[in-house]
Antibody
Framework: EVQLVESGGGLVKPGGSLRLSCAAS????????MTWVRQGPGKGLEWVGR??????????DYAAPMRGRFTISRDDSTNTLYLQMNSLKTEDTAVYYC??????????????WGQGALVTVSS | DIQTTQSPSSLSASVGDRVTISCRAS??????LNWYQQKPGKAPKLLIY???TLQSGVPSRFSGSGSGTDFTLTISSLQPEDFATYYC?????????FGLGTNVEIK
């Protein structure tokens, strides 16, 4: 059974940093592309960024509001995905989900989701 | 960035109704459009990928159609467990983007 479990959420002041983790199990993590998606309070879904498998180069891409502040990384030895968030703003307050990415070529979809980690940015 | 516009933003329907939700992309995205269902306090769930392929385990009352810029999610006979918010998402280009969602409420 595929499981994704996020941790590391909490309250942080504007300008601060936080690192989220996502522990993966039930599939071959090292082969998987992974992504983070967030959802602000009462808002819709927003794609944060994606990391390819190391087999595919391990490259990352980010949505514009996160580029330069957020970093996605992975540790295939512990089956863990990370989201390092720096220079946090109040508008980064959201539930952050890690997801698996499936599909060939441009057929990319998010088939498994974690339960989410709440990040609150407030003074 | 490719924008995806959903309509309507909300709708009221009764159990047994046929429901259609539209998603329009700001440029052609071929068939690279996915649909998700989200219930309050829960993570989203994948329903359909590549415009019309039903994800394993999803009831057959859900279907998707379209290509290019115009797509549709159809629920053939609305069930009580289908009251939720539905999102489309394009994967044609990075940044991958979601629509703003359609809230399906009980009439």
């Amino acid at each position: 059974e595929v499981q994704l479990v996020e941790s590391g959420g909490g309250l942080v002041k504007p300008g601060g940093s936080l690192r989220l983790s996502c522990a993966a199990s039930g599939f071959t993590f090292s082969h998987a592309w992974m992504t983070w998606v967030r959802q602000g309070p009462g808002k819709g879904l927003e794609w944060v960024g994606r990391i390819k498998s190391n087999l595919d180069g391990g490259t990352t891409d980010y949505a514009a509001p996160m580029r330069g502040r957020f970093t996605i990384s992975r540790d295939d030895s512990t089956n863990t995905l990370y989201l390092q968030m720096n220079s946090l703003k109040t508008e980064d307050t959201a539930v952050y989900y890690c997801t698996t990415v499936r599909g060939p070529g441009r057929v990319n979809y998010f088939d498994y989701w974690g339960q989410g980690a709440l990040v609150t940015v407030s003074s | 960035d490719i924008q995806t516009t959903q309509s309507p933003s909300s709708l009221s329907a009764s159990v047994g109704d046929r429901v259609t939700i539209s998603c329009r992309a700001s440029q052609s995205i071929d068939i690279y459009l996915n649909w998700y269902q989200q219930k309050p306090g829960k993570a989203p769930k994948l329903l359909i990928y590549a415009a019309s392929t039903l994800q394993s385990g999803v009831p057959s009352r859900f279907s998707g159609s379209g290509s290019g810029t115009d797509f549709t999610l159809t629920i053939s006979s609305l069930q009580p467990e289908d009251f939720a918010t539905y999102y489309c998402q394009q994967s044609y280009n990075i940044p991958w983007t979601f629509g703003l969602g359609t809230n399906v409420e009980i009439k």
